[in-house]
């Protein structure tokens, strides 16, 4: 394909990615996945620039449960809501009282009710019965003990709306007086205020002797449940109503006159911006305690510090958790509701509202146009690094750009369709490029993909170094495994009752080597041979082998648990690991070559898997390998001659790594070790004892007898001085 054609097909392809973005910002057809990441990245700018400061002028006296505990449970008697409020006011001289609660049924604790039924019954005639209630009555009813305290201070109740027009919209208590009549706007204004089609309002006496009410619930919760936006004025009929937030800072204010415009809301001089709806995004400060809190008890009791409250704004709600006054947030996933009004109070007064100006869809447009056509011409002519640094400088640039625009000018600019933008022609040229390259990581494949596992084939075409299959000399380590009492396995199963059974052991061991970073040598029947560190380097290869057979024997009970439910028998292996000098390459006759490894130390790996079963263990690994990993608990077994070859090794058993032994195994191996070095310094009778105590408690063991047997025959048979306590192997 020649680069002409290249090209073409790259601009083809970075035109559908730029037309996809603009069309999602256009609105033609909207894609979710966009719409939620542009969430993700708004909580991102919140949690990263909030303030984490304290602002002082809004405070929350707290139905927490220390005041439920000392009170009583929620609701309180409205007496003693009474006199919360009159404490607020009188004692402590705040500016304003907001209740985030909704008072809609009437108290009865007083059992006025009860009074005045038996005074219109049993008692009626009664006139001393009758005298003493009319005297009491004042001081048992409640809720117009509540109302009373309400008259003359600016208090702004909290009550709710229903938005679901295809349920009955029921209706209870009472609504304050609407700010201004649907009739009465500006017909310019164009906004789409949220409808409401029901409410829950407060009782009507203590609603008519407020100063006001807002509405405290949110119709505008993101989908994913998190508060972003609130409304700040709705409407239900024909009247428009205020958010608490918005009642409250307006009495706060003195009750400046409300305005309204395209894209604000003017409270006397100040304009609050606000979106199509009405609505304000939350100028979170930070997470919960933003906000000096008070306790309810406390305020009640006169404990409260009368600094913290005088002259300020006060709202009374609860983060107690079994109130379920609970938000999800950016900030916090559990977050006071009672604080979401407090941060649009605190930045309707300080200016803080974050909002989209009338132009950020040209922003949007223009940015998302710029940088797609910008990257589609620069990146093909790119090397990967230089169009690697061209992205990640256009991310930057646009992030940067984004915040400074948030943090100080309070604009909320989009960010998902500028960076998928960038991110996706990067991602397509890239891909492009792979395939196109991957002819020449063909040819690397059919090299070498005769002789090693894909995974390693892979690895190589991304490398820059040469490998060649030709022999060398390497320090390696070789893996042999090989499955015990196969001949009789095999004699009871049909030829293709075994085909299936091989397969199903030899497929997960070898993804348990290939996991590990190793090369299957070959198949022998039911033996594996493998290698580490060919045809890539591995500076590792003794650990990863290691690892590599501590898996496989895990492995073997997930494979036997499979084999007893198809009624197969269960196998048992061996495992012998060796790290040493080897031969590798490519080697074989004319007929057929290999990439196998060959030398003495291949030889002892085959010898170490052969001596797993005279000592009863399932892994046996050298000296040699031992010594190359530092995290992995080992049982050392024996110095040992293996045949054909006269230096002794150490062999040991790999009992898993350090960090995951449990301290009564690793307290036996500090015995058994002990008994060994006793053993090796011919002190027989104090390893015999020691043997027979590890015996006692692990009976199984074959090397407690093998070594019981061996001090026994020392004992009687003392070896001499010249003993060097090799065993001598002479079968394979």
Known sequence: MTTLKHNLIRHLLSTLVILLMLAHVLGFFRISLLDRLEYVFYDMRVRFTQENRVDPRVVIVDIDEKSLGEIGRWPWNRDVVSRLTNTLFDRYRIAVLGFDVVFAEPDTSSGLDALENMANGSLKNNKAFNRELKRLKPSLDRDKIFAESLKNHPVITGFYFKYNPNEKAATSGTLPAPLIRTSEL???LKAQFVKAFGFGGNLTAIQRS???GGFFDNALVGDDGIFRRVPLILRYKDGLYPSLAL????????????????GWIGLGRERIPVDHQMAVTVPFLGKQGSFPYVSAVDVLTGRADPAVLQDNVVLVGSTAPGLMDLRSTPVQSAYPGVEVHANIISGILDGRIKHHPDYSLGIELITVLTLGILLSVLI?????????????????IIVWMNLYFWKYNNFILPLVAPVVTIVGLMFLHMTYGFFVESR?????????????????????????????????????TVLFSDVRGFTTISEGLDPESLTSLMNAFLTPMTQVIHHHRGTIDKYMGDA????WGAPIEDENHARHALLAG??????????????????????????????????????????RMAYTVLGDSVNLGARLESLTKQYGVMFLVSEYTRNEVDDVTFRYLDQVRVKGKDEPV???????????ISPTVLEELKIYHQAVEQYADQGFAKAEKLFLALRKHDPDRMIYHIYLDRTRHFKANPPGPQWDGVFTHTTK
């Open 186 to 188: 500006d017909p310019n």
């Open 210 to 212: 407020a100063y006001g």
């Open 247 to 262: 009642a409250v800072t307006k009495a706060g204010t003195g009750d400046l006159p409300l305005t309204f415009g395209l």
């Open 380 to 396: 093909p002519r790119l090397s990967p690094l230089a169009s690697l640094v061209i992205t990640i400088s256009s991310l930057l």
């Open 440 to 476: 020449g990581k063909k040819q690397i494949s059919n090299m070498f993909g005769h002789y090693i596992p894909s995974e390693l084939v892979e690895e190589m075409s991304k490398s820059e170094k040469a490998f060649s299959i030709g022999g060398e000399s390497r320090e390696m």
């Open 528 to 531: 594996i041979m493998a290698f």
């Open 550 to 591: 501590l898996e496989m024997i895990d492995q073997l009970d997930v494979i036997n648990d499979d084999f007893r439910t198809r009624g197969w028998p269960e196998l048992k292996i061996g495992v012998g690991l060796n790290t040493g000098l080897m031969n590798v390459g490519n080697m074989g006759s004319e007929f």
């Open 650 to 660: 150490m062999i040991y058993e790999p009992l898993g790594l350090t960090d995951q």
